[in-house]
């Protein structure tokens, strides 16, 4: 069985940083890409960023050169360094991975998902 948890997150004044963290664990055979997913209150889930095993990184536009998305291969840890944040940053954050698949899609191939985990900004 494969796990993900998240940790990381926290309250935070606009113009604030955090980093979050996210750990695979489990019968990881193969591993493909990760990446941070977002759900704020009222709103759909939405693609935060999305790092690919060889590194290949992508980033909503709201959060491009704000955000950064990093991973540790040899542990299964995917990172999100998150610098001047803003109120509308506030969100409930999910890692997403895709495993133990023989052809990698992307995002829309994440097949496990973390709790989640709230990041609350203020102003």
């Known amino acids: 069985q494969v796990q993900l948890v998240e940790s990381g997150g926290g309250s935070v004044q606009a113009g604030g940083s955090l980093k979050l963290s996210c750990t695979a664990s489990?019968?990881?055979?193969?591993?493909?890409?990760m990446g941070w997913y977002r759900q704020a209150p009222g709103k759909e889930r939405e693609l935060v960023s999305s790092?690919?095993?060889?590194?290949?990184?992508n980033y909503a536009d709201s959060v491009e050169g704000r955000f950064t998305i990093s991973q540790d291969n040899g542990k299964n840890i995917v990172y999100l360094q998150m610098n001047s944040l803003k109120t509308e940053d506030t969100a409930v954050y999910y890692c997403a991975a895709e495993i133990g698949r023989s052809v990698c899609q992307g995002p829309r191939g994440y097949n496990y998902w973390g709790q989640g985990t709230q990041v609350t900004v203020s102003s």
């Open positions: 790092i690919s095993r060889t590194g290949t990184t």
């Open positions: 489990g019968y990881i055979y193969f591993r493909c890409g």
